[in-house]
């Protein structure tokens, strides 16, 4: 199968004046948004980036992300997408992490990148999307002065397409390679399953830092369809935008289907275009899935289940399970049946021996759409990829008697908030820079909105407010990751080899759950 880059042509060739994008206003066609990619390559290699190079970029979702994504592909560079919630150390260190050697910024995040321009150590070009009375380059013109066309440069389906941050149990973001051999492995599953035809128009609702939207925005091309880029996850935009641009197909976490119940601008638009909503990222709730449904009576329902490492979905839940009240509506706790060329095992975390159906073990899965690696991380490339192809997802689970996967537990120690992971040992690390802390540990509490939000457990020299010690974290890390509950304790529990004891810390907060996520 040809690269992503080459899909993109023929679609131009194949129909050069169907939409591409629509981005608020704006749309571009295929022949368009070929040329722009093109444009957007040939100003990359003028700015020195060649095959192999990082292009960072830190904005929200956009027509010039998506030109940008293909147009560093033309090249064989790889575009890193940076999470707009982080601080700005944490965005210098993925930048730098990464190599960047041009930077490219939305124009409300000139704020930020002003902050930390003297620490990037790689970038020499720093490139602002519209925005006035700053000192960078200025989108438009460097693409204006660039040729119409990209050197030729020699590229291969197993070169790496994008480079999306997760972070790692150390509190570190971890550079996941994925290649256009992994995309092209999910995508064509994907469109049949999602009964994508030529008519469809899918949402970009989720940001394109996220494997969500990122994948989704190549969805569109590698179909040939319209896709809608949502600027960020706002409930009423989304809606308004089903209705303005009879969208088809959209993919959101449960805590924006959960708001979307909760706006009254949502009830009152016309979504009834709606033929597919996928949904997944973090675990949902039955009364939050009944409630959309209820909203979207006429949309088929699908789970998805995957990883930023899996290059996306790697199970789903079929429509016809989305039945409450049928004889299976047990499966809707499901994560659904794998996909055709996705082999799962659970296993034994300790001896990575399987395990029989029906009981808990991490997940294991083998796919073409298993990333490359970490960027720059072999030690955590080798733990994750096992001899035969495996990968540890991380996740502990349980497979039925039917090949359906429930996702139990974690085997990491990651809090989903809304869709957004966070490590503990970023947090405790921002914890333990409060002069007042002496121990701590940052455990997931249910949450009626988020799903689950980190609670710190503290051990303190002094008496300070709960509120000092979380604005101490908000200037330190993002503000999503920070804790929204303080518990103050005599002492961590640990074992001998002074690991913290997780699952005690946890296991008051969710009594009377059946599982260990919400």
Known sequence: MPGLTEILRERAKTHPDRVAFIAGDARITYRDFDRRADRAAAALAGSGVGRGDRVAILDKNSIEYAEQMFGAARLGAVQVPVNYRLAPDEVAYIVNNAQAKTFIVGAEFVPVLDAIAGKLDHTTHTVVIGGLDHAHLDYASWL????????????????????????????????????????????????????????????????????????LTVCVIFDGITGVLNREPDPAAIARAIERHRVTHIFLVPVLMQFMQLIPEVAEADMSSLRLLLYGASPISEDVLRGTMRLLPGSGFMQVYGLTETTGVITMLPVEDHDPGGPNAHRLRSAGLANPSCELRITDPATQEDLPRGEVGEILCRTPQVMKGYWGMPEATADALLPGGWLRTGDAGYLDEDGYLYIHDRVKDMIISGGENIYPAEVENALMGHPAVKDCAVIGVPDAHWGETPKAIVVLSADVPDADLIDHCRGAIAHFKCPTSVERRESIPRNLTGKVLKHELRAPYWQGQDRGVH
Do not use: C
């Open 144 to 215: 204006d002065e660039a040729d119409a066309a990209p050197p030729e440069a020699g590229t291969d389906t197993s070169d790496v397409f994008v480079q999306l941050y997760s972070s790692g149990t150390t509190g570190l973001p971890k550079g996941v390679m994925l290649t256009h051999d992994n995309f092209a492995a999910v995508l064509p599953l994907a469109r049949d399953a999602w009964g994508i035809e030529d008519s469809s128009v899918m949402a970009v609702a989720m940001p394109m830092y996220h494997v969500a939207g990122s994948a």
